[in-house]
C-alpha cells in the first residue's frame, strides 16, 4: 500500500505532576492519499493526542511521523486541522476569516484577485457564499462549522484533519454537514483524519475506521475497512446489511472488548456492593 501518511511505531509520555503518564504507545498507521480515515474509542484514550500529532502540534516521545515522503517536523499548511469549535476570528466576517488563511498560504505568490477567487470558491464549496459578508454571531453553528471547513479547504491542504468536527451541533445539522463533507472530499480527492465519537458517522463517512484501545498507553486494536459503495445515502445505508455489520462490530470492539473504563470501574464497585448499577445503554451509537 503506497503510505501517505505515516504514523511509525509513535508512543506520547506526557510529564505530569504525577510523573510520566504514558497516552499512547507503540502506534502504527499507514493511510494512502485519498483515504477517509476515523480513529474511535473512550473519551481520553489519546485520539485527540494522535491528531495533534499528525498536525505537528506536539512531537511524538518516540516514533516518526511522515506525511508525503517527509517527517512531519512542525504544523504546516499540507495539514490543515478542524476543531470542534469553529475558532473563527469574530471581528472578521466568513469572507475575511477564509481570506486571512488564503492570504497566509498564498499572499507572497497569487495576486489579491487570485486569493479573493480562491476564498469565494471555498465558501461556495460549503454552499455559503450567500453568507460570505456575514460575522460569525450572525450565522447558525453549522453555519459557523462549515465556514471552518471552508476555511481548511481553502489554503488546498495535502491533508484534512478534524477533531470531533460535527460534535456540537444537533442531530439534522450534522446529517447535513457530513453529507456535504463526502461530497466535497470526493470532489477534492482529500486525505482525511477525523476524530469522532459517533459510531454511525465513522461508518457513514469512513473508509477505514481505527479503534484505540483504553488509555494509558493506549494503542491500535482493531482496524475496520469499510467497503460500501463510494455515494452513501445514509437513508439507503440505514437497511444495508454491511453497513449493520460493520456498526455492530465497532459497538462489539468498543462496548465489549474496550468497554468505557469508568463504567468498569463503576460496575466493579456495583458488584462489591459499594454503588448503585450505572444505567446500561444497550445500543447507544455515541461512545461515552
Ligand atoms: N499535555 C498533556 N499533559 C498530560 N496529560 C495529557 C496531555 N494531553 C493529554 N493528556 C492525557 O492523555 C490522555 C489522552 O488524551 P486525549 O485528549 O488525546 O484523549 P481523547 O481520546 O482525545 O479524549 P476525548 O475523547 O475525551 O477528547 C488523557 O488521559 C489525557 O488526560
Known sequence: MEKYVAVESVSQVFDTARGPFTALNEINLAIRKGEFVSLIGHSGCGKSTLLNLIAGL???SSGVLICDQREIAGPGPDRA???QNHSLLPWFTCFQNVYLAVERVFGATETRARLRERTAAALEL???AHASSKYPREISGGMKQRVGIARALAIEPKVLLMDEPFGALDALTRAHLQDALLRIVKRTQSTVVMVTHDV???VLLSDRIVMLTNGPAATIGQ????????????VALAADPRYLQYRAAVMKFLHQRYSNPEQST??????AGDAEPAEHKEDSAIVA
Open 58 to 60: 506536539t512531537k511524538p
Open 81 to 83: 486541522m478542524v476543531f
Open 126 to 128: 460549503v454552499d455559503l
Open 200 to 202: 454511525d458517522e465513522a
Open 223 to 234: 482496524i475496520l475497512a469499510i467497503e460500501l459503495p463510494g455515494r452513501r445515502d445514509r
Open 266 to 271: 463503576r460496575l466493579a464497585l456495583v458488584e
